[in-house]
């Protein structure tokens, strides 16, 4: 009588409102320390908007050797992109965050004490490999911390904390400023080996990604961490099921430590599966990884952020002063507009925030292009068009940042295989990087040869060819495991109807497992 009755209340609850998990605050410190190396990027980003002005006139250079010190970063990032994938699977994620904020503090000093333009190039190059580093491991690390359910909060991070030092160079900018030319810049560039150190100190915290744990046979310490980041003990158990399974371990096979095959012939399959034999999913992935970080950077958001100031001037603002305010509304904007996508991507999906993203950049490109031109041909001074070239400056920013700012590195580093993770990300940053450094170290020239305007107007089509390409290309991957999303690869239009069926089998078997 009373096994019927405890049926019968266990029946009745099932019908209970499935109650929302907490949000795991162990995963939610780990993915903010290991966010706080993409405050690296962010602040030279900024910085250096405005040190270039005082950095022109105290070294006496001339508009190409200005793009070239502002962009090369994003070329010597590489060597630290190239480096990192190799380097996480070896070291660990945790160590390669260390090294990464290490490099970047030796750079930092070094361009604080630069005594002239050679020696500026050498200390960006350094401070060029630390940035590579931390672009590459950030997201990597953040996703695989990350429980499912807020995968996609986390993994955003990165880009928030990048905003974050964009914000923090432009107050530094505007704040050094008043200093004596020759020490102003020097100040503006130094004071960003301070993030770095409070990075070394932090990452004593972190424990070691579980996925890495387990791919070198650490499967006692993986079940530690994961029952640490996870939102319930079962989801850890499905969570470790699903990593042996990509790691190639038994499903049974539950020692502590267990030898794991091929971790260094593997390496060599790795490109040649990325590269040479893909699968058709794998080829999908590459193909949306590649075209996600090249539409974000060709569109023209680096151009913006790195010269603000510049931009601004052409629009009509005279003094130093009135530049350097406006730019800080740029990070300010950008700030806020990434702490709200932070909250929609695992409300609204990845998709749908996206495809309202980029539609929202083409329109501010095309009208910012067409507001410089107005104002570039006009003999008087227009002050509806210089106030509608700073909102649509501050808009385009604001729905970059709302979208395709965080979306790119979330779902880059979620789509890929365990077993080419590191490497497809490395891949994902070098696209970003060199795109990045192209638009970055030409964005002047192309200014001065076909207007202001007319390197908009170029922005904003192939910001439309992005949205095309991502309507078509990419499928959405919210609430799926990171072993889950290959799944929806390889289909195209196979992602309409596949999560709600993927969810609810995720669902069973978590009841399974309860």
Not at 476 to 493: D, I, P, S, V
Request: aromatic share 10%; glycine share 10%.
């Amino acid at each position: 009588m009373e096994e019927g009755k405890a049926a019968a209340q266990k029946s009745l609850e099932d019908f209970d409102p499935k109650k929302a998990p907490k949000r795991n605050k162990f995963a939610f410190a780990c993915a903010i320390l290991a966010s706080m190396t993409s405050i690296l990027l962010g602040y030279d980003v900024g910085v250096m908007s405005g040190a270039v002005i005082y950095i022109k006139r105290d070294l006496k250079l001339t508009d190409v050797q200005i793009e070239i010190v502002v962009g090369i970063i994003n070329l010597y990032s590489l060597v630290g992109s190239c480096l990192a994938g190799r380097t996480s699977d070896w070291i660990g994620r945790r160590y390669t965050i260390v090294l990464a904020g290490g490099i970047f503090f030796t750079g930092a000093i070094l361009m604080g004490f630069s005594p002239n333009y050679p020696f500026l190039m050498f200390a960006r190059f350094v401070a060029g490999v630390g940035i590579g580093y931390a672009l590459m491991i950030a997201p990597v690390y953040t996703a695989e911390v990350s429980p499912p359910s807020c995968r996609g909060f986390l993994t955003s991070f990165p880009e928030v904390f990048v905003n974050g030092g964009i914000l923090l160079g432009y107050i530094s900018n505007y704040g050094f400023s008043k200093l004596p030319l020759h020490m102003g810049w020097r100040m503006m560039l130094g004071v960003g080996a301070v993030p770095s150190v409070i990075l070394a100190v932090g990452v004593l915290a972190m424990p070691e990604s579980p996925r890495w744990l387990v791919m070198r046979g650490r499967l006692a310490e993986a079940a530690i961490v994961l029952n640490k980041i996870s939102d319930s003990p079962q989801e850890a158990q499905l969570r470790l099921a699903d990593i042996k399974a990509a790691a190639g371990i038994p499903e049974n096979c539950n020692d502590d430590v267990v030898q794991v095959a091929n971790q260094n012939s593997g390496r060599e399959g790795v490109w040649k599966e990325l590269l040479l034999y893909p699968t058709p999913a794998v080829r999908h992935i590459l193909i949306a990884a590649l075209g996600l970080h090249f539409f974000q950077q060709a569109s023209g958001i680096d151009a913006v952020v790195l010269y603000s100031p510049e931009i601004f001037k052409k629009a009509g603002l005279e003094s130093d002063g009135e530049q350097l305010l406006a730019t800080v509304a740029v990070g300010f904007a950008k700030t806020v507009f990434i702490l709200v996508a932070t909250f929609l991507l695992d409300r609204v999906g990845r998709r749908p925030l996206l495809l309202t993203s980029v539609g929202g950049m083409v329109f501010s490109l095309l009208t910012l292009a067409v507001s410089l031109t107005i104002i570039d041909r006009s003999r008087a001074v227009l002050k509806w068009a210089i106030g509608l070239s700073i909102a649509t400056v501050l808009s385009y920013v604001s729905t970059f940042s709302v979208g395709a700012g965080p979306i790119t590195w979330v779902y880059s580093s979620e789509i890929f295989p365990l077993r080419l993770r590191a490497q497809g990300a490395a891949m994902g940053v070098v696209v970003n990087r060199v795109t990045s450094g192209v638009i970055s170290m030409t964005f002047l020239s192309l200014s001065n040869k076909i207007t202001i305007g007319g390197a908009f107007f170029i922005f904003g089509g192939i910001a439309m060819c992005g949205w095309i390409f991502f309507f078509t290309m990419l499928p959405e991957t919210q609430g799926k495991t990171l072993e889950e999303t290959e799944e929806c690869f390889g289909k195209f239009g196979a992602w309409s109807h596949s999560k709600g069926n993927k969810d609810s089998d995720k669902n069973a078997e978590i009841e399974l497992v309860n």
